[in-house]
Each structure stands twice: as structure tokens, then as C-alpha cells.
């Protein structure tokens, strides 16, 4: 029987080679070509490989970040989401709440992490409400 740790690499390993088989696979199907339409083919498609790479990663080793840290990554892949316009289908009020506490992040120093006011905590705490709704708290 593999321990916990066996079985957490082979997740790891699996990951990834499957990764790298949608790559080679989409290889084949773009043409290689200065052309801008090829050109902005691959990076669309390097991005949603590289996207689900992390959030598999992320919903695979979650118990190995904190809190803390999966909110910032989560805030992250929000942002860039924005960036690629994949949040039409997000409501206004939380693309909005999502992009104050991007713009808070960004403008932490070392008094970020205070007790009082966390928006790591603030945005897990919110984002778990949506999920398993209001009375979850």
C-alpha cells in the first residue's frame, strides 16, 4: 500500500505528464508560423494549458499553502482572468470586490497581515460564503 506521500507524487506526476501530453498534442494542430492569428493561437492556448496546470495543482496540494497563500494565488489567477476577459460571466459586484482586494494586495507593506483588517481572511471568508452559501459561516 503507498503512503500518503507515494500517492501525492504519483498525483504530482500524473499531473504534469498529462500536461505535457495536451502541449504535444496541440503542437501538432498549430501551425508554426510568424502569422499573428498562429501566433496568438499558441499563446492562448499555452495560457489555458498553463491556467489548468495551476488550478489542478491548486485544488490537487491545496493542504500544502496556507490560507493566506491560496487566496494571493487566487487573487492572481482572478486578475488574469481579467486580463484575458474570461469574467464576463462573473457578477459586477464581485468582479469589483475582486479587483479592491487585487489593488490591496498590491499595495501591501508589512502591516498587511495585521489581525484587524486581513483581506487574505476577508476574501476566503467571502469566497467560502458564495460557495456554500450564507449559512456556512
Known amino acids: 500500500m503507498a503512503t500518503y506521500e507515494e500517492r501525492r507524487d504519483n498525483r504530482f506526476h500524473e499531473t504534469t505528464i498529462d500536461v505535457l ?11 508554426p508560423s510568424d502569422d499573428q ?20 495543482l491548486l485544488v490537487n496540494f491545496a493542504e500544502s499553502f496556507s490560507e493566506e497563500q491560496l487566496a494571493e ?3 492572481v489567477l482572478d486578475q488574469l482572468r481579467t486580463l484575458v476577459r474570461e469574467d464576463e460571466h462573473v457578477d459586477e459586484a464581485i468582479r469589483e470586490k475582486l479587483d479592491q482586494l487585487a489593488q490591496a494586495l498590491r499595495e501591501s507593506d508589512d502591516g498587511f497581515h495585521s489581525p484587524e483588517h486581513d483581506p487574505h481572511r476577508d476574501y476566503v471568508a467571502e469566497m467560502h460564503e458564495q460557495i456554500s452559501g450564507p449559512d456556512a459561516r
Open 73 to 75: 494565488i487566487r487573487i
Open 37 to 56: 492569428v498562429q501566433s496568438s493561437m499558441r499563446y492562448a492556448a499555452a495560457y489555458g494549458i498553463l491556467r489548468g496546470y495551476i488550478e489542478s
Open 21 to 31: 501530453n495536451d502541449i504535444e498534442q496541440r503542437l501538432g494542430t498549430i501551425e
